[in-house]
T-cell receptor, first 114, second 113 residues
Framework: NAGVTQTPKFQVLKTGQSMTLQCAQD?????MSWYRQDPGMGLRLIHY???????DQGEVPNGYNVSRSTTEDFPLRLLSAAPSQTSVYFC?????????????FGEGSRLTVL | DAKTTQPTSMDCAEGRAANLPCNHS???????VYWYRQIHSQGPQYIIH???NNETNEMASLIITEDRKSSTLILPHATLRDTAVYYC??????????????FGGGTRLMVKP
């Protein structure tokens, strides 16, 4: 199993450009989420999904869109990039349902907005 | 979710036990204690979690005080590869609405030769 795969690993954008960060998992996990991590800081939740067709906002959703058309994929879209969105982005997934359990993280996508 | 307090940084000698404390004085009865670590800007990695009993797995041990207001993560024989930021997170069990984890600043553990 590949686990959680994020692409691209690095990206440089100009202010106002748009792009999509891709996230795919092959563990048949229902729950997926996106976090951002600024230098020296903890992770902050952007958006999450509890299953295909269902998404919800996290702590810092402004400037980002998500969709969940399949169980495997959870792309994060930046419609008009701003320098404040320079960060490292992590995608995570876990099994569905109630209970406890671990989050599985991707290796991160490092985005710089000039 | 209950708030946690961790030291900003700690040092540990290679081969010795690393004891990482976490205070969670406002924890409620149905909230679990989770530990994750992040090695050099990689994605966070799950270590262990527990409710009230002490827990041990191949990576670490988790000691939770009887009043559950604090806990300690123990890496029994720290190696240089254990140098990382360690996050203590407290939350209740997931329900069907999702309930993703909230990460704070964590403790930066430096294992020294």
């Amino acid at each position: 199993n590949a686990g959680v795969t994020q692409t691209p690993k690095f990206q440089v954008l100009k202010t106002g450009q748009s792009m999509t960060l891709q996230c795919a998992q092959d563990m048949n996990h229902e729950y997926m989420s996106w976090y951002r991590q600024d230098p020296g800081m903890g992770l902050r939740l952007i958006h999450y999904s509890v299953g295909a067709g269902i998404t919800d906002q996290g702590e810092v959703p402004n400037g980002y869109n998500v969709s969940r058309s399949t169980t495997e994929d959870f792309p994060l879209r930046l419609l008009s990039a701003a320098p404040s969105q320079t960060s490292v982005y992590f995608c995570a997934s876990r099994q569905g349902g109630a209970g406890t359990g671990e989050l599985f993280f991707g290796e991160g996508s490092r985005l710089t907005v000039l | 979710d209950a708030k946690t307090t961790q030291p900003t940084s700690m040092d540990c000698a290679e081969g010795r036990a690393a004891n990482l404390p976490c205070n969670h004085s406002t924890i409620s009865g149905n909230e679990y204690v989770y530990w994750y670590r992040q090695i050099h800007s990689q994605g966070p990695q799950y270590i262990i979690h527990g409710l009230k009993n002490n827990e041990t797995n191949e990576m670490a041990s988790l000691i939770i005080t009887e009043d559950r207001k604090s806990s300690t993560l123990i890496l029994p024989h720290a190696t240089l590869r254990d140098t990382a930021v360690y996050y203590c997170i407290v939350r209740d069990s997931y329900n069907n609405a999702g309930n993703m984890l909230t990460f704070g600043g964590g403790t930066r553990l430096m294992v020294k030769p």
